[in-house]
């Protein structure tokens, strides 16, 4: 059985590029229900922990500098089956492959300013949650 709960991120380049108003409004559009939302910033380290399971790709050093080069916005997002309908409604990882109207299709400028995380595990969602907000436990 699937879970109900995934977390995403609003990345940096999507702040900075005034996007954190639309990208929210659309999550919400999308029937996500937001259970927790904060504006914060990953320290290198913390970027280094979140994507610890990329670190042997070659992209992996410039990713955890993108990631905190400014603000993002962090949140749980709750709908039935969410890890599976936000990373349909996110579209692929690379914009220029993203689905027309998709949050990375319409707000991503690259593969690694793709706009938006999503959590790809009932698990990964979970602890990623934890990660952000203390009230959220991990598995
Ligand atoms: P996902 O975010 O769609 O799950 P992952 O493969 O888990 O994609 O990669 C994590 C993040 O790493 C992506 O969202 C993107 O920001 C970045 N990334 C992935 N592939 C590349 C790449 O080839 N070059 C630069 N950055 C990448
Ligand atoms: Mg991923």
Redesign the pocket.
């Known amino acids: 059985m699937s879970g109900n709960i995934t977390f995403t991120m609003i990345k940096p380049k999507a702040i900075a590029d005034g996007n954190m108003g639309n990208i929210i409004a659309k999550i919400t559009q999308g029937g996500f229900n937001i259970k927790a939302l904060k504006l914060t910033r990953l320290t290198k380290d913390q970027a280094r922990k979140f994507?610890a399971v990329?670190s042997e790709r070659p992209?992996f050093e410039?990713?955890v500098s993108f990631m905190s080069s400014g603000p993002i916005v962090a949140a749980i997002l709750e709908k039935e089956d969410a890890v599976l309908n936000y990373r349909n409604y996110i579209g692929a990882?690379n914009p220029a492959d993203a689905a027309a109207g998709s949050i990375r299709a319409l707000y991503g400028t690259s593969?690694?300013a793709?706009a938006v995380?999503?959590s790809?595990s009932d698990e990964n969602a979970v602890n990623e949650g934890a990660f952000f907000f203390s009230e959220f436990e991990r598995f």
């Open positions: 994507y990329h992209f410039g990713l990882t593969i690694e793709n995380h999503g790809d």
